[in-house]
């Protein structure tokens, strides 16, 4: 009994072209299924190169033999050896294309040693399982038996393992000159620099030649393996150059999202709606990469760019969004210095004037400029197509900002109160009702001035003791006058003769009189103690009228008598002396 097995020299030592498998399951069933006999295993090595039999028998040989240490045995045959199943016999064919002559002639000797197999040292084996010839027929049905019951030795059909040797080699071989293709190599290096236009077709038709070859090559081979091999052809190739691919598609995006930019700022600047800016650009620029990535797509594969395009659409969201934001930062500034100009002297020049409609004054400038910034700000704004919460947000915001700065602007003065209090005082005290400037002749009432003065110095102080935007009334200023201005009432127990206070301004707070501690400017205690400031460094504005009028009075003295004047006028001085000489 023999079995022969052909190789091709180069397939030496591979697992699948070498049929280790198969060789494995030879090995197993043998050993469930026989006892132990001699069958020769000729080993037949074709296209013979250059490396000696003596070289390649050796190796041979220890595959056979780790292919047996490795197979499951029968607990029956656990320590059995090779040699007591096979004889191992290797020879070798020379190349048919190269040598045919000699290659003719090494078949020719093979084949007569398969003529005389039976001869003694021929081919087969040992003859232990000799059949007689009248026993053939029994024996034949009992191996087909066999055969049909141990699924195991329902093995492949030799066209199926040719077919799968040689489709793989010929899938590998146009996987490699894909590879090196010098079309491909030039669209891919391309493709690293920029967009390419016609890419698809291009690569298609470089796919297109080696999926037809691979056809044409493997025509005659089983059909099932073909078309296996085929698929991983293709999946290989299409995953080779599928980077190419995504790189392109990058190409695309970067270059429609720029295109978006300038479109964008190009419309903008002549003045287009801000929404229909964004919805005619982005069309445009989504429009743009669609028919980039329709040029780039290849007949063999349905590569899906659904990612790519859902990352450029989120890019244009973002760089939208940031346009939208710069550019309501950008009005929104813009109408907060508007408010800022429009509210920022005018309120100074109110609490320059300060009285008791200088608040009154303050809410309806405050009403206007805001209402007038909305209004504008609103129409400027319309054009973005924002949802209606955040309009009212941003309105809301602005008018904030208007009432921050009037705010700001109060606090500010009331940290100039005292300086206005006596410049007030000053204006007051050293003018009369025309304004003109004061003459002190001894017969001004001072003390009423005075009073007076003080009078318009704490109505003022009054104005810049809180915020009042809201309307709403209070009693600071009849408390700072009947505190400040009458004097503070003083109870004497006469249980524990204990001196008790009763003095509103002994606070840190107007909490009773409903001013929000928000909108306090000055306090009650710095309300006393400014005053107590104020009529300190007024007294001195107060003593130097007095000594104006003293001294008025005083130079008058010096002068003659009113009919002593007359005379002089009218005699001259020199008859006015001889008269008075005759008088006495």
Not at 149 to 176: F, G, Q, S
Not at 219 to 247: I, M
Not at 391 to 419: P, T
């Amino acid at each position: 009994m023999e079995e022969k097995e052909a190789r091709w020299c180069h397939d030496i030592g591979r697992e699948q072209a070498a049929n280790k498998p198969l060789l494995k399951t030879v090995f197993q069933v043998m050993m469930r299924l026989f006892s132990p006999r001699k069958t020769t295993l000729l080993f037949v090595v074709r296209d013979k190169t250059k490396t000696p039999l003596e070289y390649l028998e050796p190796i041979l040989s220890e595959d056979i033999q780790k292919i047996w240490n490795a197979v499951s045995k029968p607990e029956s045959h656990k320590d059995t050896p090779l040699s007591e199943f096979f004889n191992v016999e290797v020879t070798a064919l020379s190349s048919f294309e190269e040598k045919e002559d000699l290659f003719k002639e090494q078949v020719a000797q093979l084949r007569q040693r398969f003529f005389n197999s039976i001869s003694p040292g021929g081919l087969a084996g040992d003859r232990q399982g000799v059949v007689p010839a009248a026993g053939f027929s029994f024996s034949a049905q009992q191996i087909w038996r066999v055969i049909k019951e141990n699924k195991d030795l329902d093995l492949p059909a030799h066209k199926v393992m040719v077919a799968t040797v040689r489709c793989e080699e010929i899938a590998n071989e146009k996987l490699h000159h894909l590879s090196s293709n010098e079309d491909w190599l030039a669209l891919e290096e391309a493709v690293q620099c920029g967009p390419v236009s016609g890419f698809g077709r291009r690569l298609s038709s470089i796919l297109e030649t080696y999926f037809s070859g691979y056809d044409i090559e493997t025509f005659y081979f089983d059909h099932g393996v073909r078309n296996a091999k085929r698929k991983q052809l293709e999946s290989k190739a299409l995953d080779f150059v599928h980077p190419a691919y995504l790189n392109l598609l990058g190409h695309f995006r970067f270059k429609a999202l720029e295109d978006f930019k300038s479109r964008l700022e190009q419309m903008l600047n002549i003045g287009e709606g801000f929404a229909a800016s964004i919805c005619t650009s982005t069309e445009s620029c989504m429009l743009e990469f669609d028919q980039g990535c329709a040029d780039a797509a290849i007949k063999q594969a349905n590569w899906d760019a659904s990612k790519v395009k859902e990352k450029l659409f989120r890019d244009i969201n973002a760089h939208a969004l940031s346009v939208q934001d710069a550019k309501l930062s950008e009005l929104m500034v813009s109408y907060e210095k508007q408010l800022g100009q429009s509210l920022s002297e005018p309120v100074e020049s109110l609490f320059d004037n300060a009285g008791r409609d200088t608040w009154a004054s303050i809410r309806k400038l405050l009403t206007r400029e805001t209402g007038i910034a909305v209004s504008e700000f609103s129409a400027a704004i319309s054009s973005f197509e924002l949802d209606q919460s955040t309009v009212e947000k941003m309105l809301q915001d602005l008018k904030d900002y208007a009432r921050n700065v009037v705010e700001k602007k109060a606090r500010e003065e009331a940290g100039k109160v005292l300086i206005r209090m006596k410049d007030r005082f000053s204006a007051v005290f050293s003018h009369d009702n025309d304004s003109m400037p004061r003459v002190w002749t001894g017969k001004e009432d001072i003390k009423t001035i005075t009073k007076g003065a003080r009078t318009a110095s704490l109505s003022l102080l009054s104005v810049m003791v809180a915020i009042r935007l809201d309307g709403k009334p209070d009693e600071i200023e009849n408390i700072l006058f009947s505190s400040l201005m009458e004097g503070t009432v003083t109870a004497v127990s006469s249980v524990d003769r204990s001196i008790t206070t009763s003095d509103p301004l002994a606070s840190s707070s107007w909490e009773e009189v409903m001013v929000s501690p928000k909108s306090i400017l000055i306090t009650p205690v710095q309300c006393k103690s400014l005053w107590r400031q104020f009529k300190a460094e007024t007294e001195y504005t107060v003593t130097q009228a007095i000594s104006a009028q003293e001294a008025y009075k005083q130079s008058n003295n010096w002068l003659p008598p009113p009919w002593a004047i007359v005379a002089m006028v009218v005699l001259g001085f020199n008859e006015f002396m001889l008269l008075l000489r005759s008088w006495g």
